[in-house]
């Protein structure tokens, strides 16, 4: 069942400006429950403008938007809920941090929703580990931390609220390559532990082909591209055109079947590539004796 | 002389001894001229702390910093150090201070005075470069992440600076845009002998410069060409940070017990390698 709907959305910015912009053109698109979406296209293409007109941050200048098949701007006072419900990590999350303390950040969301104390201090406790931010520095100022620490603080004030719709806008953008494994792997476990669904706006090929079961090309305001991670990174030479790319593993593999050898069509990922080489490399070695 | 040379730097934010973690822990560091250096290092190891010393924008507490000669620490260098080293810093909205795209460009040269007709070349030049010419009329603040990154990157570019820092440039950019940018980087790092220091979570990113250094807490911990540091892929590992996906295809491949060169780097390594291995495996058909 779809979760959420756009039916014909076209987004304008500065309406009526010299600066008039269409950043969406009636985009239609259905999100399935308990899927994982990875969202890519070049910048300026409508990655953020679209995940904002779902959970209600943004009105579309027409078209509809649907979630669990409600319009979610019939009545304008049940916005709030919307946005428990489709809870988003903002590109840029720092800007949005603002307490006294990154503890007081993370409770801000939890605290809201009108959860009792022990529960907000329960749920920042796991928000800041899924997160990988060290207990020690939750009683600072958000302010004094590095760039990848305030972003780990953004993405756990977002988990603690444990939305139904977990949007996150470029989150690893600025972690440390482990923060960014140990952030993925954590977003896919908690989206497979609550079967919740999961929206991931990347410019990392490399991220999206690790987590997404589907994933959405956005070109120009409108969709380029939809299907199954394997699908959309089987078009290389498309999505080059469009600015982007396929991951640096799947490149190896399309120079080594071009050179003629053997290898299946959906490799993205270092252990499928390891996968579709060993029984070649070893096979190999085992002849040459 | 050397370009940027850091010599058992100490910093912490909170001056009061003992009241806050040291942040920088006896840096020794340099930075030659015309060189192409990345800063590499995970979350909060104090990359942007020790960037913000090229320029004066911090200074150390011990220890010293001296650009061309010149300490930071010495007031009446303040103007030639700034001139000298331009910084694009991590988080371009803090960089962006005008309403329009053309003049938050100018703002840089401006504030050295340079000449107005001079002024006008270097901004149009410099938004050529990233690719934002088209927008130079438009409002700062309403243009997507990645378009307000290339304007950052503009502002320094327009001030000619001899040395540029760049604090994650790339970290909102398509794959395109990071790939314009790294080739605007090595072009003027290569043609016109401009000094880079460039700080990046992308490991490919890295693989491009003359010599990586490696920090953790507050120290340089490794420090050699990007095939020497990048070789080490357990001890990257350790200091959380990773490798190339080529270079990891290869380990995971060694690990395996199969044959394959020690620090492979990119795509066309890579397959060079493998099909190597596999001409094996044809030649026995
Ligand atoms: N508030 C605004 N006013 C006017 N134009 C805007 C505004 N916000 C965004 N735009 C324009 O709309 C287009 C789409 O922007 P959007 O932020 O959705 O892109 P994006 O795909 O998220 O890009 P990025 O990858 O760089 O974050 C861009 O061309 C942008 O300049
Ligand atoms: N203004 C500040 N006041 C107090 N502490 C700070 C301040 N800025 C940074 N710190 C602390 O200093 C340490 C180093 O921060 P720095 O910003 O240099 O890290 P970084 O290596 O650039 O990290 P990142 O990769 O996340 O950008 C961190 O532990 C951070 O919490
Ligand atoms: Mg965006
Ligand atoms: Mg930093």
């Not at chain 1, 979630?67 to 709030?80: P, S, T, Y």
């Not at chain 1, 988990?159 to 923060?179: K, N």
């Not at chain 2, 309403?142 to 604090?167: F, H, T, Y």
């Not at chain 2, 794959?175 to 016109?192: I, S």
Request: aromatic share 4%; proline share 4%.
């Amino acid at each position: 069942m779809a979760v959420i709907e756009t039916k014909h959305c076209t987004v304008r910015y500065s309406v009526g400006t010299p600066f008039e912009r269409e950043a969406l053109t009636d985009l239609s698109v259905s999100i399935e429950e308990g899927d994982f979406v990875g969202i890519i296209g070049h910048t300026g293409s409508g990655k953020s403008t679209f995940v904002q007109l779902l959970n209600g941050l943004l009105k579309p200048t027409s078209g509809t938007i649907l979630l669990n098949g409600k319009d979610i701007w019939e009545h304008l006072k049940e916005i709030r809920q919307v946005r428990f419900q489709v809870g988003m990590v903002f590109q840029y999350p720092e800007h949005q941090l603002f307490e006294e303390t990154v503890y007081k950040d993370i409770a801000f969301g939890p605290r809201n929703m009108g959860l009792s104390e022990n529960e907000i201090r329960d749920r920042v406790y796991r928000a800041a580990s899924m997160v990988g931010l060290k207990e020690e520095l939750l009683e600072k100022s958000p302010f004094d931390l590095s760039g990848g620490e305030k972003r780990r603080a953004a993405i756990a004030g977002v988990m603690a609220m444990q939305p139904r719709v977990l949007i996150l806008d470029e989150p690893t953008a600025g972690l440390d390559p482990r923060g960014r494994n140990q952030l993925l792997q954590q977003i896919r476990a908690y989206k497979d532990e609550n079967n919740c669904t999961v929206l991931l706006v990347s410019h990392s090929m490399e991220d999206v082909a690790r987590v997404a079961d589907h994933v959405l090309v956005l070109n120009s305001g409108t969709i380029a591209m939809q299907g199954t991670t394997a699908s959309v990174f089987s078009r290389c030479d498309e999505l080059e055109n469009m600015g982007l790319s396929v991951p640096a593993v799947t490149k190896i593999m399309a120079q080594l079947r071009r050179a003629g050898v053997p290898i299946p069509d959906a490799v993205y990922t270092v252990e499928q590539a390891r996968q579709a080489l060993l029984p070649l490399l070893k096979g190999g070695a085992d002849r040459a004796v | 002389m050397e370009m940027i040379e850091v010599r058992d730097v100490q910093f912490r934010y909170d001056e009061e001894e003992g009241s806050s973690a040291v942040v920088l822990d006896g840096i020794h560091m340099t930075v030659r001229k015309g060189e192409f250096v990345a800063l590499l290092g995970h979350n909060g190891c104090g990359k942007s702390t020790l960037a913000k010393h090229f320029n004066a924008m911090l200074l150390p507490l011990g220890g010293a910093v001296l650009v061309k000669d010149m300490n930071t620490t010495d007031e009446r260098h303040k103007y030639d150090i700034r001139s000298t080293v331009g910084m694009v810093l991590q988080n371009p909205d803090n960089q962006l201070v005008s309403t329009i795209v053309e003049e938050d460009v100018a703002f840089g040269p401006e504030n050295l005075g340079v000449e107005p007709a001079v002024i006008r070349t270097r901004v149009d030049e410099a938004l050529k470069a990233v690719g934002m010419y088209d927008y130079r009329d438009h409002a700062a603040h309403k243009l997507s992440g990645g378009q307000k990154q290339r304007v950052a990157i503009a502002g320094v570019l327009a001030m000619q600076p001899e040395c540029i820092v760049l604090d994650e440039p790339t970290a909102m950019l398509d794959p395109r845009g990071r790939r314009e940018v790294m080739d605007t980087v090595c072009r003027l790092n290569r043609e016109q002998g401009i000094t880079i220091v460039l700080i990046t979570h992308y490991m490919e990113e890295a693989v491009l410069a003359d010599r990586v250094l490696v920090m953790d807490d507050g120290k340089v911990v490794r420090e050699g060409t990007p095939r020497q540091v990048f070789s080490q892929v357990e001890q990257l590992r350790a200091l959380e940070l990773d490798v190339p996906q080529p270079t990891e295809l290869c380990h995971v491949l060694q690990q395996e017990g199969i044959t394959l060169p020690d620090g492979v780097l990119t795509i066309e390594e890579c397959a060079e390698a493998l099909l190597q291995q596999l001409e094996g495996y044809h030649g026995g058909h």
